[in-house]
C-alpha cells in the first residue's frame, strides 16, 4: 500500500490519481481550494481519503498540509504536485500582479510541498516526487508566455531536485500533458484584463484554441491518470514523462528546432573561445 498526498484533487488529473490510488487500495491525502470538495473526496473511501483545504497564498500552510498528511498517513510514500492553473494573455498584457499570483500557486506552492515532504523522506531514505508540469513548459506558444513559463521552472526544479536527492533514494518525475478533457481551459483557466487588439491573430489564438477546443480534447485523464501510476510502480521510473501524441508532437518538434539551431549557429558558438581554449 503506498501513502499518496496530492495537491488539487477537486477535479481534473489531480481527482484522477488520487481515485486510481485510492481503487487499488492506497491512501490519499489531497488538497482543494473548498471545503465542500475535500468532503466530497474523503466520502469516496472512508478512512483511507482524506483532504484539507489549502492556500497557498496563506503563509505557512503547505508545511501545515503535510504535517497533517503525516499524521493521517504516517509517513508520505509520493507527493505529487498537481495543483495549478492556466492563464491566458500575451507578455505584454498580464500584469504583473496577475503573473505573481499564477506562480504562487504553480511554481512557489509546489517548491514549497516538496521543501515540507524531504525531510521525512531524507531521514528515510526513499520517497517519490511527482511534478504535474505540462507540454507548454517545453514547448512554448503565443498566448501562454506565464503560464509556460511557470511549467518551465517547475520543469527545472524537478530536474534538479532529481540530482540533489536521487542517491538519497528519493525519486523525481516530471509528468508533462498535452491536452486532456478536464476543466482547464474552463473554471481552471484565467484571462489577462488587459485586452490589446494588436494581438488578435498572434497570442489571442491562445484563448480560442483553449476555450473552442474544451471537451475535444484527445488526452483522457482516467487514461493519464493509470499511466502515471504504471510508470511511477517501475523500478526506474521516468525523470520525464510527456502524455499524449500531441504532447509529444509538440515537444519533439521544439527540440528539432533547437538543434537545428545549433547547428546553423554552431560556428558562433565556438567563435567566443580565448585562442588558446579555441580548440578544447
Not at 56 to 77: C, H, N, S, T
Not at 150 to 179: D, F, H, R, W
Not at 202 to 210: E, V
Not at 231 to 243: G, S, T
Request: aromatic share 6%.
Amino acid at each position: 500500500m503506498t501513502n499518496w498526498l496530492i495537491s488539487g484533487i477537486g477535479g481534473g488529473l489531480g481527482r484522477e490519481i488520487a481515485q486510481a490510488a485510492l481503487a487499488r487500495g492506497d491512501k490519499v491525502f489531497g488538497t482543494s481550494r473548498g471545503q465542500a470538495r475535500c468532503e466530497a473526496f474523503e466520502a469516496l473511501a472512508p478512512g483511507r481519503a482524506f483532504a484539507q483545504v489549502l492556500d497557498f497564498a496563506e503563509a505557512g500552510a503547505p508545511a501545515r498540509v503535510v504535517a497533517a498528511a503525516e499524521e493521517k498517513l504516517g509517513q508520505i510514500d509520493r507527493l505529487v504536485n498537481n495543483a495549478g492553473f492556466g492563464l491566458i494573455g500575451a507578455i505584454e498584457e498580464v500584469s504583473l500582479e496577475e503573473a505573481r499570483a499564477l506562480f504562487d500557486v504553480n511554481l512557489f506552492g509546489a517548491i514549497a510541498m516538496i521543501q515540507a515532504v524531504l525531510p521525512a523522506m531524507r531521514a528515510r531514505r526513499a520517497g517519490q516526487i511527482v511534478n504535474i508540469t505540462s507540454v507548454s513548459g517545453l514547448a512554448p506558444w503565443a498566448g501562454t508566455a506565464l503560464y509556460g513559463a511557470s511549467k518551465y521552472a517547475l520543469e527545472c526544479i524537478g530536474q534538479t531536485l532529481a540530482q540533489e536527492v536521487g542517491p538519497m533514494g528519493i525519486k523525481v518525475t516530471n509528468v508533462a500533458p498535452g491536452g486532456m478533457r478536464t476543466d482547464f481551459a474552463g473554471g481552471s483557466l484565467k484571462i489577462a484584463a488587459k485586452d490589446i487588439p494588436d494581438y488578435e491573430e498572434t497570442a489571442h489564438f491562445a484563448k480560442r484554441s483553449l476555450t473552442e477546443g474544451q471537451g475535444k480534447e484527445k488526452g483522457d485523464p482516467v487514461r493519464a491518470a493509470q499511466a502515471i501510476l504504471a510508470a511511477l510502480d517501475e523500478a526506474q521510473p521516468p525523470m520525464h514523462l510527456l502524455l499524449g501524441s500531441d504532447a509529444l508532437h509538440y515537444a519533439e518538434g521544439q527540440m528539432d528546432t533547437l538543434r537545428a539551431e545549433m547547428t546553423r549557429w554552431e560556428s558562433y558558438s565556438r567563435s567566443i573561445a580565448f585562442p588558446e581554449a579555441a580548440d578544447a
